[in-house]
C-alpha cells in the first residue's frame, strides 16, 4: 500500500506539465485523485500564435501538452483511481463544484494542490492590464477560492494538507512584474492560512517547483531573449546548464509532495520550498526585522534628514550594504 491510501486529493492545472506529474504520483501512492484544468485539448497550444514563436518553441510546447481527461486516463492505465473535472477555478461556482465532487465521489477531500496559473512574462512598461489579470487572478483567487470552500471539509474530518504552487519569482524577477506579485500574493495568504489552520490538523505550505511544461517550453525561452534585448548581455551559460537540468520529467516532483500530504509530516506548516525536478529540495528562510534605529529618549520622534543621512549608512543598512536593485539574473547585474 502507498503511504496516501484512503487518501483523496484534487490537483488543479493538472492536465500537463508539472501538475500533471504530481497527479500522477499521488495516485501511485494510493490517493484517488481529481485532476483539472479549464477546457479539453491542450490549452497551451490554443493561447498561442504558431507564427509568432520560432518552430523549435512549437514543437517542444506540442510535446508537453495535454488536459485533465488524458492524465486521468494515464492514471487509471496505471491501476489508480482518478476522475477528472473541466473548469476554470478562479470562478466561484466552478471551485465550489470541484470541491463538491470530490466530497460526493469519495466522501472526503485530504488534500488540495492549488497548482492553476496563468504564466507569461512582461515588464512594468509592457505589461497591460489583460495581461496583469491573466497573470494574477488564476493564481491568487483560484487558490483562495478552493481553499475557502474545502476547508470546512478538511476541518469537519480532522485532516488536511493545502499545497500552493508558485514560483521563486516570488522574490522578484525581471521581466516578470505580475507573475512576481502573483507569487508573493501566495506566500502572504499561506502564511496566513497556516496560523488560522494548524491547530485542525491541516497544514498549509507554499512550494516553487521546476519541471517541464509547455509554458516553460515557450515563455522561459521568450524571457531569455527579452533579457538579452533588455540587457545586452547573454545570460551565464553555466546557469543555464543548470536550469535545462532543473526543468526535467515533473513525476519527480511528486515524492516531495506525497510526503508533506502523509499524517508523519503534520508538524510542517507555513513553509516555502524550492523543487526542482533535479531532486534538489531547497527551504527558505522566512523575513524577519534585521537593524532598527530609534532616536535617543527625550529627544522626540522626528528624524531630521541630515540625521537620516548618517543613520542609514551607519546603522541601517551598513558599510557593506550591496543595492538589492543592481541584483539581476542569470548572471547579469543591472547597471546604469
Not at 496583469?132 to 483567487?141: A, F, G, I, Q, S
Not at 524577477?173 to 499561506?190: E, K, P, Q, R
Request: proline share 4%.
Amino acid at each position: 500500500m502507498g503511504c496516501l491510501t484512503g487518501k483523496t486529493a484534487i490537483v488543479t492545472g493538472s492536465g500537463q506539465g508539472i501538475g500533471r506529474g504530481i497527479a500522477i504520483y499521488l495516485a501511485r501512492e494510493g490517493a484517488k485523485v481529481i485532476t483539472n484544468n479549464r477546457s479539453p485539448k491542450a490549452e497551451s497550444i490554443l493561447k498561442y500564435d504558431r507564427a509568432s514563436m520560432p518552430e523549435e518553441d512549437w514543437k517542444q510546447m506540442l510535446s508537453l501538452s495535454g488536459d485533465a481527461e488524458a492524465t486521468a486516463e494515464l492514471i487509471r492505465q496505471e491501476g489508480g483511481e482518478a476522475i477528472h473535472f473541466y473548469g476554470d477555478v478562479s470562478k466561484e461556482e466552478d471551485a465550489r463544484k470541484l470541491v463538491q465532487l470530490a466530497i460526493d465521489t469519495w466522501g472526503r477531500l485530504d488534500i488540495v494542490v492549488n497548482n492553476a496559473a496563468g504564466l507569461g512574462s512582461g515588464s512594468i512598461v509592457s505589461l497591460d492590464e489583460k495581461k496583469w489579470d491573466y497573470l494574477t487572478v488564476p493564481k491568487l483567487r483560484g487558490a483562495f477560492l478552493m481553499m475557502h470552500y474545502a476547508v470546512p471539509h478538511m476541518i469537519e474530518q480532522g485532516f488536511g494538507r493545502i499545497f500552493n504552487c508558485g514560483s521563486s519569482a516570488w522574490t522578484g524577477l525581471v521581466d516578470n512584474d505580475a507573475y512576481t506579485a502573483a507569487n508573493a500574493g501566495i506566500v502572504g495568504l499561506s502564511w496566513a492560512a497556516s496560523k488560522e489552520l494548524y491547530r485542525h490538523s491541516i497544514t498549509v505550505n507554499f512550494y516553487c517547483p521546476e519541471g517541464a511544461s509547455p509554458a516553460h517550453a515557450v515563455e522561459y525561452n521568450k524571457m531569455m531573449r527579452n533579457i538579452k534585448a533588455a540587457t545586452g548581455q547573454d545570460p551565464d551559460p553555466r546557469l543555464l546548464k543548470v536550469v535545462e537540468n532543473d526543468h526535467g520529467d515533473p513525476i519527480n516532483l511528486g515524492p516531495f509532495i506525497a510526503y508533506l500530504a502523509t499524517e508523519e509530516a503534520g508538524y510542517i506548516s507555513g513553509e516555502i520550498f524550492n523543487i526542482k525536478s533535479s531532486g534538489k529540495i531547497a527551504r527558505y528562510t522566512r523575513p524577519e526585522l534585521t537593524q532598527q534605529i530609534q532616536r535617543p529618549e527625550g529627544s522626540g520622534y522626528l528624524w531630521s534628514v541630515d540625521e537620516l543621512k548618517d543613520v542609514f549608512r551607519k546603522d541601517v543598512l551598513g558599510e557593506g550594504y550591496v543595492c538589492y536593485a543592481t541584483q539581476g539574473a542569470w548572471g547579469w547585474d543591472v547597471k546604469k
